[in-house]
């Protein structure tokens, strides 16, 4: 049977926001009806890609009109409590950019009300779908893993913001920025799906103008531990998670590239499904509206996550 279509308002224009309309756009189980951003040029981006495209410069226009089914919340994380809890409470389901929030109590009420409504509500979790992470998820319920002995999350970056978020201010900002929350936060997540919920054990970290520079931090994964690095530094972009077992070990790169380890060493596995994309995720959202399951993270997870994140903030 063919799937209905979700009117989709979007909130935020940025790097994200505009990558999901163009996805929405070539969707065709997705129409974007209304899309807004306080951003004269943002607006003019989209209006000049788009000219057919509804657009404003108040959210709360998206919030307001009674044809949209969902919102696509890819603003600044400070506002993705007020976003997401007056569009939940107006019927709406919400697909969220990550992190969650960065107040604890602001998070802990988006969790609240998703559960007070039962409105389906989901983070962009990068690796809730990605092939790779999907694979290894399943070799650990299979066994094929074995013990699972620990979990290592490494990210390196020569500069940050990267270059395609330059132009979002508070990416660079301690206050809701720096690379744990914007990306540290997807492998953390990843560990909590397939090994369990974390709990520290000490966290240090060092800031300077552009946010924090270097972390460190461990963590407890039903009684695994869960090392985590990172630092802004001359080298390569790095972006790694690894779960050691007892009969084998796996590797996650560069966002989907999958490595078995044994005593020979690593090696690249293929991968035949999917790599997993924000088509996927926008299509898997959409038809989770409509009442079929998901693999998404729901706030919920997202709130574990945050938790997590802000433990190094507050160390």
């Known amino acids: 049977m063919k799937q209905k279509v979700l009117r989709l308002g979007i909130i935020g224009l940025g790097a994200m926001g505009a990558e999901m309309l163009d996805v929405a756009n070539r969707s065709a189980v997705v129409e974007v009806v209304l899309a807004a951003d306080p951003s004269a ?3 003019d981006r989209a209006g000049t890609a788009y000219p057919e495209l509804a657009l404003t410069s108040d ?16 603003s600044p994380p400070t506002t993705h409590a007020g976003y997401s809890i007056t569009a939940m409470k107006s019927g709406k389901a919400v697909f969220c950019e990550k992190p969650l929030a960065v107040d604890a109590s602001e998070a802990a009420e988006m969790v609240a009300v998703a559960a007070e409504t039962a409105v389906v509500n989901a983070l962009n979790f990068s690796l809730s779908d990605r092939s790779a992470a999907v694979r290894v998820g399943r070799a650990v319920r299979d066994g094929q893993a074995g013990a699972v002995l620990g979990v290592d999350i490494r990210l390196s970056f020569p500069q ?43 966290t ?23 090392r985590v690095s990172g630092q802004v530094a001359a080298g390569p972009e790095t972006y ?19 490595w078995l380890g044994d005593a020979d060493g690593w090696h690249r596995t293929e991968l035949p499904q999917p790599r997993g994309s924000e088509e996927s995720r926008l299509a898997e959202f959409a038809a989770a509206v409509h009442g079929a399951p998901s693999t998404l993270a729901d706030f919920a997870t997202g709130l574990r996550v945050q938790h997590v994140i802000e433990s190094f903030h507050q160390s």
Do not use: C, M
């Open 41 to 43: 040029a943002a607006l």
């Open 59 to 74: 959210p709360a226009d998206v919030l307001a009109r009674k044809d949209i089914d969902a919102v696509y919340i890819a």
């Open 240 to 258: 790694e998670w690894t779960l050691y077992g007892s009969q084998r070990s796996y590797r996650i790169t560069a966002w989907g590239d999958l």
């Open 204 to 226: 240090h970290v060092v800031y300077g103008s552009q946010g924090e520079t270097a972390a460190a931090g461990l963590f407890s994964a039903n009684g695994v531990p869960v």
């Open 160 to 202: 940050w913001p990267r270059d395609f978020q330059r132009g979002a201010g508070w990416v660079a900002g301690r206050e809701q920025g720096g690379f744990l929350r914007e990306v540290g936060s997807h492998f953390v997540f990843l560990t909590d799906r397939i090994v369990g919920p974390l709990s520290r054990i000490h």
